[in-house]
């Protein structure tokens, strides 16, 4: 089964910003806006950005692997038309080794998305699709 559908592809593949909740060692949460790409040869998500290797977001995942990660927007405020993707799962810290630039690549283990197929639905009557992938 792939980890994706063809709906939750295209609405990735047209966001440039979501949000990774991260563990830090201490057991408290961090959560912060990336950029990101859908890789369609591995069907992960991949996140990197400036001076990455460095960042907490990077190390945390290094540490644990414990990753979620939201993309989410408003197809319009009138009506309320609410979109969302969320993945759960694994995240691995690739360091950088002189050919690329350090990443995190999500493997996902749960998607959510919501108001994809559904744009003439009120916003309370939309349905949710949910389910386990990979792992």
Wanted: aromatic content about 10%; overall charge negative; proline content about 7%.
């Amino acid at each position: 089964m792939p980890a994706f559908t063809d709906s939750e592809i295209a609405y990735l593949n047209g966001q440039p910003l979501g949000r990774l909740a991260t563990q830090k060692p201490n057991g408290t949460l961090q959560n912060s806006p990336v950029g990101f790409q859908y890789n369609p040869a591995t069907e992960t998500i991949d996140i990197s950005g400036y001076n990455f290797e460095g960042s907490r977001k990077f190390r945390n995942v290094a540490a644990n692997g414990k990753v979620a990660f939201v993309v989410d927007d408003l197809a319009s405020v009138r009506p309320w038309r609410p979109r969302c993707v969320e993945i759960r799962g694994h995240g691995e810290a690739f360091p950088s080794d002189g050919a690329r630039a350090a990443f995190i690549r999500i493997h996902p283990e749960r998607v959510i998305s919501f108001g994809l197929d559904e744009p003439d639905h009120e916003a309370h009557s939309l349905s949710i699709d949910f389910r386990d992938v990979g792992a």
